[in-house]
């Protein structure tokens, strides 16, 4: 076994220190770990394994498990391309492409001298100042060939990357329309000095009057999931904020983390006042690392203002506080149950329900856990009463909703707009024109067709976490399904049967058709898939897979029939290409030594 | 009184706690699965045992049985998803029975028979998956994992190693040994430990005994796996 | 079981081996005495058991073998232009079989080791005669180069096995291999 140089050891055993040796911090101790060399060797995975007691095994299928993790040597610079629709719409391959041939490298290769290695990543949440990219977990938007020409050159020069220009990583709020929410400016403290006024039972039915939902995208009923903690037995009761924001198109939460984070903080209060819990985490996408140092300082200037910690606001037996738990890259993460596993430290499998978090969550404890929006928005009601916040929205829908707008529109950004807004409305606000589809609640979501643009943004008509990709007449729908596929491809936790396999096959028909190989026959295959894939999968994300490809083959299925070579059957390779490898060892060229990749060209 | 619930139109009891599978299976009722053990947890990740319980599709190893319900297993339906599964395990692996040591006494390769799975269908991965033999008695060949994680939990929660665990994520999920060298020789592996004969196909083989018993008179050769699991359930 | 209803007129039959060992052929041949009754069914076409080189209309295609050469490419074509029904006959023309076996090895590899690295081929050089038809990079099942109507695994399918399979064809059933006809090995 070869030993570990002196240095890394010490700085090694110092994260592990600070990280107690609990088994269920080993996720923070990997991500801390791999700061430290880049990469994390196979020695300091047997290291961590014995300093904490567990099997190397689990270790190494942790490690191997998030995007963000690596097993395998990479730059010094490692550059990541932000690898969604948006970005692919706003040539961010061109820009990959143009950096790898300035840097002479392949993508997902490591430069020789170990200085440089480009890639893709789902989407970074940037879409409103993309394209994007993550230059070791620091985001950088609005790439252009200039920008990535004066990045070759530092990358070139070895700068390091506190001595790049700082305007490089300034992202912007990018504001457009505000509403209860945006316009609250609340005294931290204020909402919470309001609840311990009405007690816990008290503003547990404030919130039950509010009808408020969660803002996720699946809309279960607050109040409903609090009193479910608040009832079951078990202790301590846990908070997780899921800031794990990886649906693509979607950046509200970033907005929300990067300014107004105390209303997030003071929601998580608020939510452990009702449920009696001590413990709170915030689950914060890898993706969002670069907010980290500012939301500890928030959390430092709770604890101070006695906001957190032990006796809130001096309320005998209000003791709770917040830690902040980093994710690296895996968008399984953002189902609660693979969420709550990763928070244990382990791969983020999503669990059999029942039983449900609010019985059985964080290492077996009630848990609750809510979207970043959902607890910035019960500070509303705190405020202003479970009644006034019912009074927006639509019935089933109370309050308002941020929408992460994108694509072919004049002013991409973040939109707050009471439920109830139809599609044509949004549409003319934030500047879109000649538009061809919206897809709604990101890749998961629904994609909408002109003739739907009447309907409105509700859980009773289209429900949505908030991501709203807009997609004009010069669009392919089929490259946009393609797109997502892929990604549900990449980001399939591999667990079962159904959506570990059947995301690759889907991937590999779309690849077929988009390569000039699609045969009608595909498309009763791709149904096929998509039938199977929504009935068997174990989780959301499986069954979600296939939303995309559903909708366009409805609604845009000249996109694909357009792609068909065949009306009945064709090989998903190119035979002569098959033959190339022999004809190169052979060095033939005879008409005997190539194949016609279409039949009917062979006579 | 006794709950009940309809499995294909006939009626199951059960008690309270119990799932689909195991009151059917108890009931004489065959719902097939791979990484379903009777001595482990349910773990729901092949999906063989997909069931339609009132109108929705769920694992029935993993769902408590409710008063009342209707379910469908044993179906056109159900039979044609359990198929396009096993074609998945299939193509995702390389699975070339004639040459495997496992072959008629494996469960993947039966329950292939059982749905009258006549082709894979899909295109083949063709993974690259060498195998491991370095441990003088037992073999793995990882080329036919169907990830069903027997030896993960039987090593963890029974022989108290942890031999096993799955790394990677997704398509390039795989089965990884406590090792740093990554080698079986590497860990404190044994033939006698319960992950050395839980593997429902043909990864952790022993070696120095294949293809003892001759072609006929193999488990699933004399036997189908239906009618194997419903008289072990009796006994 | 008893083939009937009879077609009004016989049914013409091909059968060809691509990247195969004439196993599932030689057990073809398994049925026996079956070969009396099926030959007062159907007549065949190109076949090794006809020595007819160029297959012409027919009613059923038997393919043996996976995909591993240019010529197989051209056979396989030609027997789907010409056979309304075409099956794929064996493990290998299923799933590529033994001669798959290769797909984890790049091309050159296995080339340079059968005809340079040997022993005694010291200055052996890969053939390269126009006449040889060129490997495919990877062995490929049929129903990846061509549509395949149904499918007969087996190394080989059992004698019973095939004549199960072709009396429901020729009675114009769809083909089942139940109780204990249907292995992959």
Request: proline share 6%.
């Amino acid at each position: 076994m070869s030993a570990l140089p002196a240095t890394p050891t010490a700085a090694l055993d110092g994260v592990l220190q600070r990280h107690g040796h609990y088994p269920t911090e080993l996720l923070q101790i990997l991500i801390e770990a791999q700061d430290l060399e880049g990469w994390l060797p196979a020695p300091t995975l047997t290291h961590i394994a014995q300093s904490l007691h567990i099997p190397r095994s689990r270790v190494e299928g942790v490690a191997g498990f998030y995007s963000f993790l690596y097993t395998q040597p990479v730059g010094r610079y490692r550059v990541l391309f932000s690898d969604n629709i948006t970005d692919r719409m706003l040539g961010n391959a061109e820009l990959m492409d143009a950096l790898c041939r300035k840097l002479w490298i392949e993508p997902g290769k490591l430069s020789e001298d170990g200085l440089v290695s480009i890639a893709t990543t789902s989407c970074t949440g940037l879409c409103d100042q993309g394209p994007g990219m993550l230059v070791n977990g620091r985001a950088i938007g609005q790439l252009t060939h200039r920008r990535i020409n004066e990045i070759a050159e530092m990358i070139r020069q070895q700068r390091p990357l506190e001595l790049w220009p700082a305007e490089y990583f300034q992202i912007g709020d990018n504001i457009r329309r505000k509403d209860s929410l945006l316009n609250l400016d609340m005294k931290p403290g204020a909402a919470l000095a309001a609840v311990i006024e009405l007690g816990r039972e008290g503003w547990l039915q404030e919130v039950q009057k509010s009808n408020l939902r969660g803002r996720g995208g699946a809309g279960f009923a607050t109040a409903v999931k609090w009193a479910s903690a608040r009832n079951a037995s078990g202790e301590p009761k846990i908070i997780v904020c899921n800031a794990d924001e990886g649906e693509p198109g979607t950046f509200k939460d970033r907005v929300l983390l990067n300014s107004y984070a105390d209303l997030i903080f003071e929601g998580m209060t608020l939510a452990a006042w009702a449920v009696g819990a001590s413990e709170g985490f915030l689950y914060l996408r890898g993706e969002y690392r670069y907010l980290l140092p500012q939301l500890e300082a928030v959390l430092a200037r709770r604890r101070e203002a006695g906001l957190l910690g032990r006796n809130i606001l001096h309320e005998p037996c209000f003791d709770f506080d917040i830690r902040i738990h980093l994710g690296a890259g895996a968008y399984v993460c953002g189902e609660e149950t693979a969420l709550i596993e990763s928070l244990e430290g382990k791969r983020g499998t999503p669990r059999i329900r029942p039983p449900f978090p609010v019985t059985k969550g964080y290492l077996g404890r009630p848990t609750v856990v809510n979207n970043v929006e959902t607890l910035a928005k019960t500070c509303l009601i705190a405020l202003g009463g479970g009644e006034a916040f019912a009074a927006s929205g639509t019935a089933q829908s109370a309050g308002t909703k941020l929408l992460s707008i994108s694509g072919d529109c004049a002013a991409p950004g973040i939109y707050e707009y009471p439920f109830g807004v139809p599609i044509a409305r949004i549409l003319e606000d934030c500047g879109a024109s000649d538009t061809q589809a919206v897809q709604v609640g990101g890749a998961a979501g629904v994609c909408l067709a002109g003739y739907e643009f009447q309907r409105r943004i509700a859980y009773e008509d289209v429900p949505t976490a908030g991501a709203f990709m807009i997609f004009d007449g010069s669009r392919d729908l089929f490259d946009v399904a393609r797109a997502f596929v892929h990604f549900f491809a990449h980001e399939s936790c591999g667990f079962c049967t159904p959506c570990r396999v059947g995301t690759s096959l889907l991937q590999g028909f779309m690849d077929k058709l988009a390569d000039g190989h699609g045969a009608k026959a595909d498309l009763a295959d791709i149904d096929w898939l998509d039938r199977l894939l929504k009935n068997a999968s174990h989780c959301g994300l499986g069954s979600a897979a296939p939303n995309p490809v559903i909708d366009t083959l409805q609604k845009f299925r000249p996109a694909y029939e357009r792609r068909l070579v065949s009306l009945d059957f064709e090989p998903a390779f190119d035979l002569d290409a098959a033959l190339a490898e022999a004809r190169q060892l052979t060095a033939r060229d005879d008409p005997g030594a190539h194949l016609h990749t279409h039949e009917e060209e062979e006579k | 009184m006794t709950k009940q619930f309809l499995l294909d139109g006939q009626p199951v009891p059960f008690e309270d706690g119990q799932t689909i599978l195991e009151a059917a299976r108890k009931a004489g009722h065959y719902i097939p699965s791979l990484c379903w053990h009777q001595d482990f947890p349910p773990h729901g990740s092949c999906k063989l045992c997909i069931v339609k319980a009132a109108g929705r599709h769920v694992s029935a190893c993993a769902t408590p049985a409710k008063e009342g319900w209707e379910v469908e297993s044993n179906t056109p339906e159900m039979n044609g998803e359990r198929r396009g599964l096993l074609q998945m395990l299939f193509v995702e692996g390389n699975h070339f029975c004639p040459s495997c040591e496992k072959s008629g006494n494996c469960e993947l390769q039966a329950l292939g028979y059982e749905y009258e799975m006549l082709t894979p269908r899909f295109r083949h991965f063709f993974p690259e998956r060498p195998v491991d033999a370095s441990h003088p008695d037992m073999l793995l060949d990882f080329n036919r994992c169907i990830f069903c994680e027997l030896c993960v939990r039987a090593s963890r929660d029974v022989d108290g190693k942890s031999v096993f665990a799955l790394t990677g994520r997704g398509i390039h999920k795989h089965l990884t040994v406590n090792a740093e060298s990554g080698r079986l020789a590497d860990t404190n592996f044994s033939k006698d430990d319960l992950a050395a004969r839980i593997c429902p196909v043909g990864v952790i083989l022993p070696k120095g005994r294949g293809f003892a018993v001759p072609i006929g008179e193999r488990t699933f050769d004399t036997e189908t796996i239906r009618s194997k699991t419903l008289k072990e359930e009796e006994s | 079981m008893s083939p009937a209803p009879a077609p009004a007129r016989k049914l013409r039959v091909a059968t060809t081996s691509l990247a195969g060992c004439f196993g599932c052929h030689m057990s073809f041949l398994d049925i026996d005495e079956h070969l009396f009754e099926l030959v007062e069914l159907v007549e065949f076409d190109r076949s090794p058991l006809t020595d007819i080189k160029d297959v012409g209309p027919c009613d059923i295609g038997l393919i043996e073998g996976g995909v591993c050469n240019a010529e197989n490419v051209h056979v396989l074509r030609e027997f789907r232009r010409h056979c309304k029904t075409l099956i794929a006959l064996g493990a290998c023309a299923v799933n590529g079989g033994l001669p798959a076996q290769r797909n984890h090895l790049p091309l050159s590899e296995c080339l340079r080791e059968v005809y340079q690295f040997r022993p005694g081929l010291e200055n052996g050089q890969i053939p390269n005669d126009p006449e040889l038809p060129l490997p495919l990079d990877r062995v490929r099942p049929i129903h990846e180069v061509v549509r395949v109507d149904y499918f007969l695994p087996g190394c080989p399918p059992s004698g019973p096995a095939i004549w199960k399979f072709l009396t429901d064809l020729i009675a114009g059933r769809t083909p089942r291999l139940a109780g204990g006809l249907l292995h992959y090995d």
